[in-house]
């Protein structure tokens, strides 16, 4: 089995971190795109090794996953968005607690 992969070349991509929307400045640590792959052969074990660990790290982020108390909402939520609304700022309905967004409305789970 073959892969083919696009590399990119320098960007926050590069350092494995991309912004969830233009307006946050919090980074996502569960998204990964590789750094671009060294041109001598001889480098390319340590690039693997690099490479693997920043994907063990997003999958601890993944396996551990905890949602960011917000006290806004989404300006253009999608269903099968989740979020832990605050309650006072942001009460979209029953207070603080995790909503999921489906059928053009928040529900507390």
């Known amino acids: 089995m073959g892969w083919n992969l696009r590399l990119p070349q320098g960007g926050n991509e590069e350092a494995g971190l991309m912004s ?3 307006s946050k400045n919090v980074k996502s640590l569960n998204r990964w795109s590789p750094n671009p792959a060294p041109a001598r052969p001889e480098e390319l074990p340590d690039y693997l ?3 693997l660990n920043r994907l063990g790290d997003i999958v601890f982020n993944l396996d551990t996953f905890r949602l960011e108390e917000t006290n806004v909402e989404p300006v253009k939520p999608r269903n099968g ?3 832990y609304a605050d309650g006072t700022n942001w009460n979209p309905g029953s207070g603080e607690g995790i909503y999921a967004y489906t059928n053009d409305a928040w529900a507390k789970l």
């Open 20 to 22: 969830n929307a233009p």
């Open 49 to 51: 090794f690099r490479e």
């Open 81 to 83: 968005d989740i979020r």
